[in-house]
């Protein structure tokens, strides 16, 4: 049996890093998934639904460097795109081969065809399909190269017969040619940077995930501006850790510390970061943006300075052209803020809620007391999102992985198999909606089947709690955001998992040390207060109306017990930011 094109695929992915494809293997993928099977060193992962596997390889990808789902004809095609798009969108490296039926087959509406040249326009930086043996090479290295250096999805469609035949020369590079570059605004615009912060007096720092390597840099950067730095989410892990400057995050998950600083600063300093949320930037003090994407600069704040360049990079060069400020009134300000939040916020995981109403804040507190300093979370969107921003802390080994560009539902526990895949020596712990667990529970089979230590927190709050609290805000009454859930602990147990259950917050610490030292895959239901509320650091008039009102449409249905227990928990919570 002579060589075929599907061996040369894998053979060159080999090459440029990837371990393993995340797949559900059948017709168009059967040469691909042979090819696999006859070569060392990398294997086939057979997930359950396509949309798990590209999670599982942007978490990967994001731990590790690339990674690399596919998807069969048509619905497999299909699948992929959710993943994808949060793959693309979180600017990871992830490599998905499109196999696709027959060349011949082309446009003639053949079974399962599809066209994953539209298909994937929109959630990929590279999208070809190769249909001769002298394409493919060319097209697999551009692709490789593409998702390496660009930080994107790269999409490969390879039609059936196409893996199946011999490969023919190729006069060009086979194999990806990785490099790193230093990157950083010329002199003459680090000079304007520098005249800036030598000018102002009051300076914030705003750090996204593009500051992720830079941690050194930024905390002397601080210590010379004498500037208090925020961070995003996404950015969390990687700036909090012995950070003495650290106010926390703003947006719908942060603090009004954060908040507050950067609209009382003179100037706002965003490192690498394209945050969303318009409505919290400050209007009246002076905006620099460095960004290594500088197509992204001023597309969410009016900027003054915008400048292209790494962080790491670019403050290296910087430090030279500005002095030390010895004023830190402003610093200590806005960390004697913090500093009363986080006592505040303290105070509210402490209160531990009731039988079958426990309080996340307390589970999450307690997760973070007893996880390993290398953990990895995976969260979901939506309230596990909430209580992983504000309880969950860095050391300086953990990570924290999650749909935060996106926003999907259900990609925690997928995002939980590549991660464990990618770092089999570190413990890697779930934070799982009901609603997102319920959505891919099929893919409790991939992680059993694989052996995967992956502890799985279920947050069963019985509703979808971001949802409801959404309607609320609005002034609408929570409407088809209660759930009936299964008991997810005796699925759980039918998959093969070790499984715990745990009713009441006088048994959660106790529960959650053996769950989290069990072998194996582990899941842990928890049954939390579905009225737990999470209040953004910005709350306007317009909310507090809108909530009211939600209320009274409640009332006026006939839901006033559902109201007072709304207001009990919106209360205490409430508290927390006052």
């Known amino acids: 049996m002579g060589k075929k094109i599907a061996d040369e695929l894998i053979e060159t992915i080999k090459e440029a890093g990837i371990k393993r494809i995340y797949a559900v293997t059948g017709d168009s993928l059967n040469e691909i998934n042979d090819a696999v099977r006859r070569h060392e060193g990398i294997n086939w992962v057979h997930v359950r639904h396509e949309e798990a596997g590209a999670y599982a390889a942007a978490a990967e990808a994001e731990l590790n460097g690339i990674a690399c789902c596919a998807g069969s004809s048509g619905p497999g095609h299909v699948h992929l795109i959710n993943g994808l798009y949060d793959a693309h969108r979180s600017n990871v490296s992830v490599f998905a081969i499109a196999s696709t039926c027959s060349s011949s087959e082309f446009g003639t509406s053949y079974f399962q065809e599809t066209n994953p040249i539209k298909l994937f326009s929109d959630c990929s930086g590279y999208n070809q399909i190769?249909?001769?043996?002298?394409?493919?090479?060319?097209?697999?290295?551009g692709a490789l190269q593409h998702a390496i250096l660009k930080k994107e999805v790269a999409v490969l469609g390879i039609p059936g017969d196409l893996a199946a035949s011999q490969p023919e020369e190729n006069p060009t590079a086979t194999f990806a040619l990785p490099s790193r570059a230093i990157y950083r605004p010329l002199d003459s615009e680090l000079q304007k940077f520098a005249e800036l912060i030598n000018s102002s007096e009051r300076i914030?720092?705003?750090?996204?995930?593009?500051?992720?390597?830079?941690?050194?840099?930024?905390?002397?950067?601080?210590?010379?501006?004498?500037?208090?730095?925020?961070?995003s989410f996404k950015a969390k892990m990687a700036i909090q850790y012995d950070n003495p400057y650290e106010i926390g995050m703003t947006g719908l998950l942060g603090f009004p510390s954060a908040y507050t600083s950067m609209h009382e600063s003179d100037l706002l300093i965003l490192l690498g970061t394209d945050f969303p949320?318009?409505?919290?930037?400050?209007?009246?003090?002076?905006?620099?943006?460095?960004?290594?994407?500088?197509?992204?600069i001023g597309r969410r704040a009016k900027i003054d300075l915008g400048l292209g360049g790494d962080v790491k990079d670019t403050l290296?060069?910087?430090?030279?052209l500005i002095y030390e400020k010895e004023n830190d009134d402003f610093l200590q300000k806005q960390l004697k803020i913090y500093g009363k939040l986080k006592e505040k916020m303290a105070a509210l995981a402490d209160k531990k809620g009731s039988e079958k109403n426990i309080a996340p804040e307390y589970i999450a507190t307690l997760i973070d007391k007893l996880s390993d300093k290398d953990a990895i979370f995976t969260v979901d969107t939506g309230m596990c999102c909430v209580w992983g921003a504000r309880f969950l802390n860095a050391t300086g080994k953990r990570e924290m992985l999650g749909s935060f560009n996106h926003g999907s539902m259900a990609n925690a526990m997928p995002m939980a198999i590549?991660?464990?895949?990618?770092?089999?020596?570190?413990?890697?712990?779930?934070?799982?909606?009901?609603?997102?667990?319920?959505?891919l529970l099929g893919d409790l089979a991939t992680i059993v089947q694989y052996k995967l230590p992956v502890k799985l927190i279920v947050f069963n709050n019985r509703s979808l709690g971001m949802v409801k609290l959404e309607m609320e805000v609005a002034g609408l009454p929570d409407w088809q955001t209660d759930m009936y859930n299964p008991d997810f602990a005796a699925i759980g147990k039918a998959m093969g998992m070790a499984v715990f259950t745990i009713e009441s917050p006088d048994e959660a610490e106790t529960t959650l040390k053996q769950a989290l030292s069990t072998d194996g895959p582990v899941l842990v239901n928890v049954l939390t207060d579905p009225n737990a509320l999470a209040m953004p650091p910005k709350v306007d008039f317009e909310q507090m109306k809108g909530f009211a009102l939600a209320m009274a449409k409640l009332i006026l249905t006939g839901r006033a017990d559902e109201v007072l227990d709304t207001a009990k928990s919106n209360i205490k919570h409430l508290w927390g930011f006052i």
């Open 204 to 231: 914030t720092i705003y750090c996204g995930i593009g500051a992720k390597e830079a941690h050194t840099e930024i905390i002397k950067f601080a210590s010379m501006i004498k500037a208090p730095i925020g961070y």
């Open 418 to 439: 590549g991660a464990a895949f990618a770092r089999p020596e570190q413990q890697v712990i779930a934070f799982c909606g009901d609603g997102g667990l319920s959505m």
């Open 277 to 296: 949320y318009e409505a919290f930037m400050p209007k009246e003090c002076k905006i620099v943006q460095i960004d290594i994407r500088p197509e992204r």
């Open 130 to 141: 190769a249909t001769t043996p002298a394409q493919f090479p060319r097209m697999l290295q």
């Open 316 to 320: 290296q060069a910087l430090f030279p």
